[in-house]
């Protein structure tokens, strides 16, 4: 049995120097019995409902300084202050960029907050709980020894879920991803749908979904953060006039940019970097556009659309393997050669006329 300091006194008859209840109703009466039924009645439960205020009190400052420190995370910059210095077309990309990281911001801050919530009602009711054990008279040593060897053992026997759970805090943190950025872990491609201390849950783009522990993600590379960019190599043939090449892909994706339906799509004004490649079939000519995240690949759709449609209209071949059928004459050797006479003199004759 856990000996209790309050029964102890009360059969010592004596009060210890910290219980003021039972030196004071001991300095009133005279009596010991009575001074510590007193403690053991009025004392020790006021002094543990003080201790349960003290946690509630200190958990709710806490998550108040946690609330604040997400509002502020939440706000971020002013897309005031960024585009006090800005005008025209920069600053209607900045404001729908800062517009469509609000939600990932909001998400991050609130996802954080959690976590911190979490940490710090932890802590506070394990730090309370043991005050109030020891309070009550309760031995805490064998119960600190006892946790420290079971967090001991745990750790041996969970190192992957510890592991998985650091990984995790540290990703939320550091915010290598979010829902619904593009990501591509290795192994798996997709969208991320929710991401926990554990595991993260993404979906590929034929639906299937993958559930990856945090432990086990070595890189992650995100397509879908901050900014993006469609490169395009664009091939045509080797007659083709690539000062004229480089001049309508300039003009095709210049007219992208300008278009209405992909303002705060395309970020900045696009570029043709020039020749890429001699390849077997064709010249490569590279164009890159600077996209909204996440944007890419519909921007990269609609430029190949155009680009198809202008080389029509400027008559510029797009280059496509072609292919030479022999057919082997099955005659004797003496027909065929007197079959290719024939149409050799013909020939002769048609070109003399």
Not at 53 to 58: A, C, Q, T
Not at 69 to 85: C, K, T, Y
Not at 168 to 197: C, H, K, N, P, R
Not at 306 to 323: V, W, Y
């Amino acid at each position: 049995m856990v000996p209790l300091v309050s029964l102890s006194s009360l059969i010592k008859g004596r009060c210890d120097e910290s219980e003021q209840v039972c030196n004071w109703v001991k300095e009133q009466t005279g009596s010991n019995k009575l001074a510590n039924t007193a403690d053991l009645l009025i004392g020790k439960p006021m002094a543990v409902l003080g201790l349960i205020v003290f946690g509630f009190v200190l958990r709710w400052v806490l998550h108040r300084v946690v609330d604040r420190i997400v509002s502020r995370a939440e706000d971020g910059v002013l897309p005031d202050q960024m585009n006090r210095f800005r005008r025209g077309r920069a600053a209607r990309v900045e404001a729908a960029h800062e517009a469509r990281n609000a939600t990932r911001r909001v998400q991050r801050a609130k996802t954080m907050g959690s976590l911190l919530k979490s940490i710090i009602t932890g802590l506070v009711l394990a730090i309370v709980g043991t005050m109030v054990l020891s309070e009550i008279g309760v031995n805490i040593a064998p119960i600190i020894a006892s946790a420290g060897i079971v967090g001991l053992a745990v750790g041996f026997g969970a190192q992957s879920l510890v592991t998985d759970f650091l990984s995790g805090v540290f990703m939320i943190f550091e915010d290598q991803y979010g829902v619904g950025d593009e990501i591509d872990l290795g192994e798996a491609i997709g969208t991320v749908e929710a991401v926990s201390l554990r595991v993260t849950r993404l979906r590929d783009i034929n639906g299937t979904v993958w559930y990856v522990r945090n432990g086990e993600i070595a890189r992650v590379g995100n397509m879908s953060q901050n900014w993006a960019r469609t490169v395009l190599d664009v091939s045509v043939s080797y007659d083709s006039d690539l000062v004229k090449v480089s001049r309508v892909l300039q003009d095709v994706a210049h007219d992208l940019w300008d278009d209405e339906d992909f303002k705060g799509k395309v970020l900045e004004e696009p570029s043709v970097w020039g020749v890429q490649d001699l390849g077997a079939d064709g010249i490569a000519v590279r164009v890159a556009l600077k996209t909204a995240p996440g944007l890419q690949w519909g921007v990269a759709r609609e430029m190949r659309q155009r680009i198809k449609a202008r080389f029509d209209i400027e008559g510029i071949e797009i280059p496509f393997p072609q292919r030479v059928v022999w057919h082997r004459d099955e005659r004797s050797g003496d027909e065929a050669g007197d079959r290719a006479a024939e149409d050799a003199a013909g020939t002769n004759g048609m070109m003399g006329r």
